[in-house]
């Protein structure tokens, strides 16, 4: 242990600690802006800066390491003068915008400036613009960059795709995509990770809000809304809502406020899509010589572009089920269309989810065709949709708890997990168990799976004889790992989930951004747990909705119709 | 009324002039990776403050062109700027009154010139095509990239065994280079933006001379491949010995009755003693390498067996052929190749000069060499001849300076014309013309004849000491590419269309630094392992101590002491002294480390292993 004394507390702390860290776990609060705990602990804000006794310069407290007998300020006259005039000088290259800026309210430069108290801009604006393609789902504006090097550390570290990194030299130096690539053939996997890590508004998913406002001022058109699983568990967090609070029912009649006919709910194409692809995990598993093992989980787009563009050789291992947003957007439009008696194509289908992925997956060229044109046909991220409820002014606790609408709304516990890392596996066994034996696990069962660590998560399973290896990663970083030790020959496994962001899309892209909280996937995934346990129906081979599906459309599994709808070619796009 | 006032410099005249050297300090500094243009236009700011401000050209002019050099930085240039820019610089060049204008202008000619490419990236794409990539000075500027910071934190806290086994993980000759690496680590030293560079080989000396035996670390498990070294000189027996530690088998041939190459058989034993050069020689053997010396690979036949035998070969022949200085009578009785006379000295037959008055042709470190030999050896006089200036010298300074001390003179601008013997063919003497420094030619001041008549120096002994070349004949008759007389091997010491053969080292640079040479064997070393299908890595295990807070004052730099001259030149002892504790302490905590400060703790700060 090291003794020191910081602002005259005594404290005594383990070696190695930093200034930082020794403060936090002593209750002494240290401004920071750049720094991200074991990802980027850098020193390039130099907010963090505090005084050591008897050392003339200030020091940053987020990298430098406690030694023993060490006095520390952390608030003197110095510390504070620097500190402000660095901000000040941050300002200057932050063209702050901040009532359009989408990061108004959770912007951690904002935050640190009204801490400071600033009241006076000190330093002329100094901005460079550069160039963006404002079409592509993730969006970079150069004038908001504060140069903290989050995005470049995150990808690196974290997600392992290294697609941003310095760019120019000197007073010139910023950030840009690697190698002075477009960001459209970077490998982006737009998983946004670097949108949620970035402490201002300079990373941002593409806004889609207006487009969705013009479909639902049409009259022509049937206005149908999809959820995603981990929605639930994080959008009443920017309304100040309590998770119990923020129920799919309250969400729903939002929806409707804001003016959607039909609120649907994806967790019913989650538990399609355990239909087919534990299906198609069975049917591979009885042709073990044909197939090449592991067999992947399809259902992130951020994974599959990863696999595409980092192991393309794999990609016939991927599972050629569509997502669970694009099944739903399939079916909606062809069996939904049929219910209602409408054209698919007077139908606009918008998508609630957590990701920014997704925006870019309903593109593609295999998620749309002749008859029904593009199956979903907008993306709004969590967060778009928490401002779409404010700009409507609704008081979300006044709502009534109205169920969803009926024909595709039902959604078992196993599909609502789809939500976290290790859900879409656990879903598949619940399942596939049942497939094969003809008779229910334990629910939990399978629950070896769960939670984000560093590497990855293995069980093995015995299904009537049959042992089952399994593994689940999430980030993208960790997904590398697996991947190398697959090819090494050092691990062997018959089927593995892979989720693009830590601790799946919880922890996703387009989910609600928390100052000083980058690891809200650990808040939320438990709120999924318990929706799942709370769920009468646990087996999505028992969800009604989906039985009705097949009885009445697509017949079984894996159908010639099911394949036409509910499976892609996965290499029938390009990056 | 007095008449006139002695001249003294203001307070802010004074402090201008702190500015100015300052600037020569951040420009030793600075590292060529800054973007061309932004350095581009702090050179024509500088040189804008120092217009007299009378001509238009210069006054006006330069001013434009900052604004012009601006735009383009700032992302709003178009490519008729660049025309602009080159035609405002053309116009300044021809029309300035003086060297303050015309020079600057000059300058921005030769910038557009060169990387016109780097406007067009600013102007078509919006960014600089350059990368800040060398965020630890003294680590990019060595070679081998051995760990400097790491070995001084060390130092500072006493761990000397830990230090060196740092610097092993990246260079096997510790010792050889504390005492006579041409450490180009020390000049981009970011603490000369304060003072003076960190004396990095006085540390490292002292670590070695405290750390006492340091085992090699432990070999991994063997692969069974077996590769053949040619040459057992500092490239040869580093490649031997990373790749003993990744577990392969190497065998090295070496020509002469002694490892070392050059390090044995070019330098002399006052500056590095034997025993000490034996301790790095002891530690690589250690691992495992097998040794056959006496044993000239000459022949092709002999080439292509040992292809046969090995899975790979790795050829660091050094350079140890002497160059003809191409005068009239160089065959003479009393004239003598350096290499031969260090040759000698590494077979520990020193000479007799008693009496004797020498002469050495040169100005590298090898001429210093055969002069201070020449002085221990008890000449009578000994001199050096070279053609340009001292300052032109391609030899340390503390080499020319040590000579000088030792009472060497150095006769400058003097171009040998032909030698002189007796009857017998005796050599006699020199006959030189007198030079004069005059127009530059391949950006360095050239000599020309002063128009003095040809006077002779009186000689006994004659060195020539003007380069070596390379035995490669065996090589290329063999089949391998060769360049003038180099091996033509690439920086990844691959050769063209012969896989599994490598070479580097003086043998295919041309005579170079030892630390060079190193650096080739472990590149070797690398690619070789890569070449038999394997990643082995080599790390050192130790760790580095964390920064510790305290500032940074002015401080003078600790420079090692050496012996009297007039002691030292009497015999080939060891000429320097290492560095006491509280120097060593002193000079380590002078250090920035930059492996954390900067952009050292986001990239490229350390590498663990490689």
């Known amino acids: 242990m090291v003794n020191l004394v910081i602002n005259s507390k005594h404290i005594s702390v383990e070696e190695g600690s930093t200034i930082l860290e020794a403060a936090n776990a002593n209750g002494i609060h240290i401004p920071t802006l750049c720094y991200l705990k074991d990802i980027n602990e850098i020193g390039a804000c130099r907010i963090c800066v505090v005084e050591v006794k008897g050392v003339d310069r200030l020091t940053a407290a987020c990298n430098t390491p406690v030694e023993e007998g060490m006095i520390v300020y952390t608030h003197s006259p110095k510390v504070m003068m620097a500190r402000k005039v660095t901000l000040e000088i941050i300002l200057s290259e932050h063209n702050y ?49 504060i140069k903290c090097m989050r995005c470049i550390q995150v990808c690196d570290k974290v997600q392992s795709l290294s697609v941003w990194d310095i760019a120019g030299t000197g007073t010139w130096t910023t950030i840009n995509v690697n190698n002075g690539l477009d960001i459209k053939d970077a490998n982006c996997a737009i998983c946004g990770q670097c949108i949620t890590n970035c402490p201002v508004g300079a990373l941002q998913a593409r806004h889609d809000k207006e487009s969705v406002y013009a479909a639902l001022s049409d009259p022509d058109k049937v206005k149908v809304v999809q959820v995603a699983p981990a929605v639930r ?75 595409k563009s980092q192991y393309p050789d794999m990609v016939p291992q991927l599972s050629t089920a569509k997502s669970p947003q694009q099944m739903f957007g399939a079916v909606t439009k062809s069996y939904f269309a049929e219910k209602i008696g409408r054209d698919p194509k007077d139908i606009v289908l918008v998508s609630i989810m957590p990701c920014v992925a997704k925006k870019m997956e309903c593109t593609y060229e295999t998620m749309k065709d002749e008859v029904r044109g593009q199956d979903v046909d907008f993306v709004l991220t969590t967060r778009e949709f928490v401002k779409m409820v404010k700009a409507a002014n609704i008081n979300v606790l006044d709502l009534e708890d109205k169920p969803l609408d009926d024909p595709l709304c039902d959604g078992t516990g196993a599909a609502v997990i789809f939500g976290t890392t290790g859900g879409v596996m656990e879903a598949a066994l619940r399942s596939a168990y049942f497939l094969a034996t003809g008779k229910n696990p334990e ?79 650990s808040v939320r995934a438990p709120r999924l747990y318990q929706l799942d346990s709370d769920n009468p129906i646990r087996f999505s081979h028992e969800n009604k909705q989906v039985q009705q599906l097949y009885s009445e459309y697509l017949g079984e599994p894996l159908s010639e119709k099911a394949h036409h709808l509910l499976h892609t070619d996965h290499n029938g796009w390009k990056m | ?66 604004t012009l050099i601006k735009r383009v930085l700032d992302g709003y240039g178009d490519m008729a700027d660049i025309d602009l820019i080159e035609r405002t610089a053309q116009s300044i060049y021809l029309s300035a009154d003086c060297a303050i204008g015309y020079e600057a202008a000059n300058m921005v000619r030769l910038c557009v010139k060169s990387f016109r490419e780097d406007f067009e990236s600013h102007i078509n794409q919006g960014k600089c095509s350059y990368f800040f990539n060398r965020p630890v000075p003294c680590v990019s500027r060595c070679p081998a990239n051995v760990d400097i910071p790491g070995y001084i934190a060390l130092a500072a806290e006493g761990r000397h065994a830990d230090a060196v086994r740092l610097i092993r993980k990246d260079n096997p000759f ?17 603490r000369q933006m304060i003072d003076d560079s960190i004396n990095i080989r006085g540390i490292k000396r002292y670590v070695c001379d405290k750390a006492g035996f340091v085992p090699a670390p432990a070999c991994q498990p063997s692969t069974g491949k077996k590769i053949a070294i040619i040459g057992g000189g500092p490239s040869g027996l580093t490649c031997a010995y990373f790749l003993q530690l990744m577990g392969h088998q190497t065998t090295v041939f070496e020509s002469k009755a002694n490892l070392g190459g050059m390090l044995r058989y070019g330098i002399p034993n006052y500056r590095l003693p034997r025993e000490r050069l034996q301790e790095d020689i002891d530690c690589i053997l250690s691992t495992g390498v097998e040794v056959k010396l006496n044993t000239k690979i000459d022949s092709p036949e002999e080439i292509q067996k040992l292809k046969e035998e090995y899975d790979a070969l790795y050829i660091s022949i050094g350079a140890h052929k002497d160059k003809k200085v191409r005068l009239e009578n160089e065959d003479a009785d009393g004239v003598i190749s350096a290499v031969d006379m260090l040759k000698a000295i590494g077979n520990d037959e020193y000479p007799d000069y008693t009496g004797k008055q020498v002469l050495v042709i040169g100005g590298g470190n090898v001429a210093m060499d055969c002069t201070r030999t ?36 150095i006769l400058e601008l003097v171009a040998p014309t032909r030698i002189e013997t007796d009857e017998n063919g005796k050599l006699i003497g020199l006959w030189v013309k007198q030079q004069m420094i005059s127009r530059y030619k391949k950006g360095r001041p050239a000599p020309a004849d002063a128009g003095e008549d040809e006077y002779m120096i009186p000689c006994d002994i004659l060195v020539v000491a003007i380069g070596q070349g390379i035995e490669s004949e065996p090589f290329s008759e063999f089949g391998l590419p060769t360049k003038w007389d180099q091996i033509d091997a690439d920086d990844y010491t691959y050769i063209k269309d012969q896989p599994g053969v490598f ?42 101590p964390p920064v510790t807070t305290y500032d940074r004052f002015h401080c003078g730099r600790v420079n090692l002491r050496e012996r009297e001259a007039v002691v030292r030149n009497k015999n080939f002892e060891p000429f320097e002294y290492g560095m006491t504790d509280k120097e060593a302490l002193q000079e380590a905590k002078r250090c920035l480390r930059c492996d954390h400060f900067g952009f050292g703790c986001f990239r490229g700060g350390r590498n663990f292993k490689w």
């Open chain 2, 174 to 190: 510790p010792t050889a280079c504390a005492l006579i690496c041409e450490h180009p680590c020390e000049n981009n030293c970011r």
């Open chain 2, 374 to 409: 020449a002085v221990r050896a008890g000449a009578d006089k000994v001199s050096v001849v070279y053609r340009r200036r001292i300052a032109d010298m391609t030899a340390l300074q503390e080499e020319i300076f040590g000579a000088q001390a030792e009472g060497a003179e």
């Open chain 1, 443 to 521: 629910p939990d069962a399978f629950k070896d799976v769960r939670y984000y660590h560093d590497g990855w998560n293995e069980a093995t399973f015995d299904i009537e004889g049959t042992t089952v290896r399994c593994a689940v990663a999430s980030g993208l970083g960790n997904a590398r790992k697996l991947i190398q030790a697959i090819r090494a020959g050092e691990v062997e496994y018959d089927f593995v989930e892979v989720m693009a962001c830590p601790g799946g899309c919880v922890g996703g892209g387009g989910q609600p951004i928390h100052i000083h909280h980058n690891q809200m996937y």
């Open chain 2, 1 to 66: 009324m007095a008449r006139q006032k002695i001249q003294s410099l203001s307070a802010v005249e004074e402090t201008v002039d702190q500015i100015y050297r300052e600037l020569g300090s951040r420009v030793n500094a600075a590292m060529t990776n800054a973007c061309p243009i932004d350095v581009a236009l702090g050179f024509v700011r500088l040189c804008q403050s120092q217009s007299c401000g009378k001509c238009t050209s210069c006054r006006s002019g330069l001013g434009q062109l900052a």
């Open chain 2, 503 to 544: 070479s580097g080292g003086d043998c295919a640079t041309g005579p170079a630094t030892v630390i060079r040479a190193i650096a080739a064997g472990k590149t070797a070393a690398a690619n070789i392992d890569e070449y038999l299908g394997f990643n082995h890595e080599i790390e050192s295990g130790v760790e580095v």
């Open chain 1, 97 to 145: 915008t901040c009532p359009t800026c989408t990061r108004s309210g959770n912007c951690e430069l904002q935050s640190l400036s009204e801490e400071f108290g600033l009241t006076a801009e000190t330093y002329k604006k100094r901005m460079v613009k550069m160039e963006w393609d404002q079409n592509f789902p993730l969006i970079r504006d150069n004038e908001k960059c």
């Open chain 1, 233 to 307: 568990a994080a959008w009443g967090e920017q309304l100040g809502l309590q998770p119990e609070e923020a129920t799919m029912q309250k969400m729903g009649e939002a929806l409707r406020q804001v003016g959607f006919d039909y609120v649907f709910d994806t967790n019913f194409s989650a538990d399609l899509t355990i239909m087919e692809e534990g299906s198609e995990f069975l049917q591979r598993l009885a042709n073990k010589d044909q197939n090449k093992f592991p067999m992947f989980t399809s259902c992130c787009p951020g994974w599959v572009r990863f696999l």
